[in-house]
């Protein structure tokens, strides 16, 4: 019987002219490559603070692959976890839209974005592999993992339950999930550093305060008036993903919210890690297993202080 692999085939890439880069990256040889955002200054924040050193990671969303080869520095096995030019992005279908052009041009496009995370693969002389599909059939064939990270993917996604789902499934320990919060999520929130000391505190009136706060909020963003956008259709509460994950079996260990660099300008993002207390991995003999990756103690408690000073801010 021939055994077929999991993992993409290494893939030639001449130059940046072949790439499109989502992320800005310093290539070996080639120097600053300019892209969407610029995660440079203020990646661990983005990772949560989560040690990957001997973890093996999948990367959700890995696009052109900054995260990638910056675990993979960390001392992190990564693999990686992207749509290719062969499936289809969730693209919102309003009617009357030229969508099967949309999609088309998506496809050239996330050709293009693989192709950034080869050519930085060959110069960065990464081991990290890559797998290839739609985030609601991730194969079992990967293996169980330690860490699992969603990096700015979930509001891209029509069912991120089931994504979360899939890749849960074989994550042993910890999971890491970045995006922005829904528009509003701080206005009239005078009291959110307070209320999410206590909600960490006080678990047991966890589920009064986010009824009380209407914290679990999920935006819908298609808007049919003006058929945008195409490529996103949620903005996540960080209270919703903690309830995603604690239904799969996660405790969230940290909520810390950062800024990071789009097109130079900065935008407010929340990460939430989580940690496995419940279940188990496919694969992994082990039902509960102790967490060595840990948020740092003072980035969890900083939690508060950035909230106050983004307040103050606004
Ligand atoms: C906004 S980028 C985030 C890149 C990176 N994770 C980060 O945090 O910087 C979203 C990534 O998710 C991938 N993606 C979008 N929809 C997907 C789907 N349905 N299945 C798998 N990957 C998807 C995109 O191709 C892209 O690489």
């Not at 990290?128 to 985030?135: D, L, Q, S």
């Not at 991120?160 to 995006?179: G, H, S």
Request: with cysteine; glycine share 8%.
């Amino acid at each position: 019987m021939i055994e077929t692999s999991v993992y993409a085939p290494p893939r030639m890439v001449g130059g940046p002219e072949e790439c499109y880069f989502y992320h800005t990256m310093a290539l070996p040889g080639i120097g600053v490559v300019e892209g969407e955002w610029d995660l440079r200054d203020n990646v661990l924040a983005y990772l949560g603070n989560v040690d990957v050193r001997g973890k093996r990671v999948l990367e959700m969303g890995a696009a052109s692959g900054f995260l990638t080869f910056t675990m993979e520095r960390m001392g992190a096995e990564v693999v990686g976890y992207d749509l290719s030019d062969q499936q289809s992005w969730d693209v919102v279908p309003y009617a009357g839209q030229d969508i099967e052009g949309y999609l088309a041009a998506r496809r050239e496009h996330i050709r293009r974005l693989n192709n950034g995370w080869w050519l930085a693969h060959r110069l960065f002389e990464s081991r990290a592999r890559v797998v290839y599909g739609a985030a609601y059939e991730v194969p079992e064939a990967i293996g169980p993992v330690d860490v699992c990270t969603f990096g700015a993917i979930l509001q891209h996604l029509r069912d991120p339950f089931l994504a979360l789902q899939q890749a849960l499934r074989l994550t042993r320990e910890t999971v890491i999930i970045t995006d922005p919060p829904p528009p509003g999520y701080f206005a009239g929130r005078r009291y959110t550093a307070w209320y999410h000391r206590l909600w960490r505190r006080l678990p047991w009136l966890q589920p009064r305060m986010s009824e009380w706060l209407r914290a679990e909020s999920i935006s819908f963003r298609p808007e049919p008036a003006v058929g945008e956008p195409k490529d996103t259709w949620w903005l996540l509460a960080p209270e919703a993903v903690m309830r995603m994950i604690g239904v799969l079996g996660f405790d969230t260990v940290s909520l810390t919210f950062h800024t990071q660099k789009n097109r130079g300008r900065d935008i407010l993002l929340y990460t939430v890690v989580g940690r496995r207390t419940r279940g188990a991995a496919i694969g992994d003999a082990v039902a509960s297993r102790s967490v060595v990756a840990h948020p740092r103690d003072e980035d969890s408690r900083s939690f508060g202080r950035d909230v106050e000073r983004r307040e103050r801010e606004v």
